[in-house]
């Protein structure tokens, strides 16, 4: 008898710890991110509002700053809709199982993990405000550049020419 009642003890103990911990994944996972921002001519306030405070800022010798940016693309599989419908799923499969599912859901959250980026901008300031004239972005996982846009000879030209 003694036995059986730590066997519950401990069962029940694990899953109220596991209780609701995927939809709570599921939940903080960062959105889709908006890639249209990285774009020459981009306005340093703009691309600082959506990326966030850059990680490093080196001022270049030709007058140009170059922003490196660290952040975290949920892609489509963390839309809204997507995310909503894992949480729903999550919980129901929680009601079913009394919460033995958590073993299954918890990892499988982990696979919609979102892929990490780096972003070296280059701005220069034609006029009042710095604009973006160089954009590289990098794959954090594998070091790859995924985009490039802008070379070191490009400058924009002046509105008011």
Known sequence: MHNLTLKV???????LLLNGCAQYIAYHQP???DHSV?????????INAVLGAPVDK????DGTVTDTYKYADGGAKNSAASKTGRILLYTAGDLFTA???QVIWMPLELAFRPTEYTADVTYEKPDH???????RE?????????????TPDRRLVRAAQ
Do not use: Y
Not at 38 to 46: E, I, K
């Open 138 to 150: 990098t794959d954090v996982a594998d070091q790859k550049v995924v985009r490039e846009v802008g």
């Open 38 to 46: 990285l774009a020459l001519g981009a306005d340093r306030s703009h």
């Open 99 to 101: 919460f033995l599912d």
């Open 129 to 135: 405000h710095w604009v973006a004239r160089e954009i």
């Open 9 to 15: 003890l401990v069962s029940g103990s694990v899953s």
């Open 58 to 61: 080196e001022d270049n010798a």
């Open 31 to 33: 959105p889709p991110l």
